[in-house]
């Protein structure tokens, strides 16, 4: 998994507002292919943003999030020129991680 | 051991930790997302369906959403949050999400679900270990669970 991860983080007043694209499949489980076979679940389970050392936001996922999941958020504590780093990991254990710029 | 092939030791284990992209994930609450109904995974969840409907949780849904498969939801709260989580009470599981604030981060989240069909949403704050919620009805005209 590479490049799943699209993100913006604009520092404003002392808050940092982040914005998340995550491009995964978020497959149920419920679905059917075209012959009536089950569709294996596939979807992101857990994300994690981490800027300056410390986890400053987390979410767990269920499949009921939407395909190519949005999620955003914001914080205090991290200013213009740090990074925030945003990770996912889904239910077969891939993960992703990215380094998105606080501008 | 020698020094040599020990600070070449340690230093091939500093270079593979340092590969690893992340050490240590949270677990994820399979028992409550796997609920089958909003106050089993409540109590999951948060040990807890005591929940306080509050008009300091602020819920923004669509009243009429003509793709479940996308609905746009935010929650927000100027109380200090600890966590925000959002049911969507006719789902099949209908714990969606669960965040949890970290330093520094504010009572707000915004993301995209997915619903099978008309459906009261509620969204829960905790707050000085505290439960509130907001809810509200939102019709959707095709479900997005797929069939």
Known sequence: MAKTIRGKAKAKNGLVDVKLLMKHPMETGLRKDKDGNPIEAHFI??????????TVFSAQFNTSVSKDPY????????????????AWIDNKGETDSADVAIK | MDRRSLIRALGGAIVAAAALPKLAWAAWSSNA?????????????????????????????PEIAENGAVVPLEVSTDMPAEQIAI????????????????AGATGLVKTRVRMGESSNVVAVVKSGGKLYSASQEVKVTIGGCGG
């Open chain 1, 45 to 54: 389970q857990t994300v994690e943003a981490t800027a300056n050392g410390n």
């Open chain 1, 71 to 86: 999620l955003a958020f914001s914080f205090s504590g991290a200013d213009k020129g740090d990074v925030l780093n945003i």
């Open chain 2, 33 to 61: 997302m796997k609920a089958g109904e909003s106050t089993a995974a409540m109590n999951e969840l948060f040990g807890t369906a005591d929940v306080v409907a509050s008009a300091e949780v602020k819920l923004k849904a």
């Open chain 2, 87 to 102: 049911f969507v009470d006719k789902n099949p599981s209908p714990l969606v999400m669960t965040a949890t604030m970290g």
